[in-house]
């Protein structure tokens, strides 16, 4: 299994980014995914995720209402739109998958994209 997230970058206080992340070489049922992220010296955080049944999503609080997640599904792929974003949300963004078959449970990662807002 291979996520690959792209679209991050520097942007400045107030602008925009979308990020998106591409799964390749599933091979199991995907129960969700989502969008993490982890800033320097902190631990990673769940930013917002997004369920395969249904589409239902939720949010962490402090991106509410500037942040939106999205998916296509016959690309097994998510996108994070983010807007109006502030130096604090300055972090490298991970996209994360979760999944099952009878048997097990899967959980993987991607590499992880650098967004860097300036005041």
């Known amino acids: 299994v291979q996520l690959v997230e792209s679209g991050g970058g520097l942007v400045q206080a107030g602008g925009s980014l979308r990020l998106s992340c591409a799964a390749s070489?599933?091979?199991?049922?995907?129960?969700?995914m989502a969008w993490y992220r982890q800033a320097p010296g902190m631990q990673r955080e769940l930013v917002a995720a997004?369920?395969?049944?249904?589409?239902?999503?939720n949010y962490a609080d402090f991106v509410k209402g500037r942040f939106t997640i999205s998916r296509d599904n016959a690309k097994n792929t998510i996108y994070l739109q983010m807007n109006s974003l502030k130096p604090e949300d300055t972090a490298v963004y991970y996209c994360?998958?979760?999944?099952?078959?009878?048997?097990?449970?899967?959980?993987?990662w991607g590499q992880g994209t650098l967004v860097t807002v300036s005041e």
């Open positions: 994360n998958v979760v999944g099952r078959t009878m048997l097990r449970q899967f959980e993987y």
């Open positions: 070489g599933i091979t199991f049922s995907i129960n969700s």
């Open positions: 997004i369920r395969n049944g249904g589409g239902s999503t």
